[in-house]
């Protein structure tokens, strides 16, 4: 299994955004056994996603973990809220959002989300690799 831990995306700029992705990239590019690009597009929109939620909603930090599996990628993130994503109407309009956790939980195998002892949460997403 390689792995990867990228610290601290430490405030809610949208270049801590794009750092998470072009470290998400790097991390996939760096695989001794690649994956498909399209499947490899999939895991930098769901970080990119993941990242801007936990960013907007969780206390302004997180913690971006990526792991690869024989037959997925597995994307971890970590922020400061106890409260878990939901499923909310999608504003049309484009002012709130509300579309991206269900295109996480489609793009995506499984979807979990736990709470560790130090407090706040993980949103993990299992991808096809």
Known sequence: ???????????RSTASIAIARESTRGFLDGLPRPIGAGAADSV????SELVTNAL????????????????SIEVAVHDHSPEAPHVRTPDLTGATGGFGWPMVNRLARATAV???????KTVSALLPR
């Open 1 to 11: 299994m390689d792995t990867m831990s990228v610290n601290a995306i430490a405030d």
């Open 44 to 47: 930098v929109l769901v970080v």
């Open 56 to 71: 907007r909603h969780g206390g302004g930090t997180c913690t971006l973990d990526l792991h690869a599996h024989p037959d």
């Open 114 to 120: 736990t709470r560790p002892a130090e407090g706040g």
